[in-house]
């Protein structure tokens, strides 16, 4: 049993920050990839940004300059460092981990959160 919980979700003005982390838990032998995707009310989800075991960074161009994800040194902890936001970053936020529960050629384990909400006020 995986298990993927997020926090750090809130209500910030624009030009405000919000940090969220995502901690992963349960029968695990490494991570490959976490990564931070949103579902605002009436739009398509999207991936935010995500991190690689190798760390390699990827991000939407929306986000680009402002988010940072970044992984803590238990490396089951990833955090995604929210700076300037901006109304259109309101949504709810999903932590998604890509895993392996044994040493593999593939991750076997794909995990989601419940997901964190991030409001952005004009």
């Known amino acids: 049993q995986v298990r993927v919980v997020e926090s750090g979700g809130g209500s910030v003005q624009a030009g405000g920050s919000l940090t969220l982390a995502c901690v992963v838990s349960?029968?695990?032998?490494?991570?490959?990839?976490m990564g931070w995707f949103r579902q605002a009310p009436g739009k398509q989800g999207e991936l935010v940004a995500q991190r690689s075991s190798e760390g390699s960074t990827d991000y939407a161009d929306s986000v680009k300059g402002r988010f940072t994800i970044f992984r803590a040194d238990d490396e089951n902890t990833t955090y995604l460092e929210m700076n300037n936001l901006k109304p259109e970053d309101t949504a709810v936020y999903y932590c998604?981990?890509?895993?392996?529960?044994?040493?593999?050629?593939?991750?076997?384990?794909?995990?989601w959160g419940q997901g964190t909400q991030v409001t952005v006020s004009s």
């Open positions: 349960g029968s695990i032998f490494s991570i490959d990839i």
């Open positions: 998604r981990a890509l895993a392996y529960s044994r040493p593999g050629a593939r991750p076997d384990v794909d995990s």
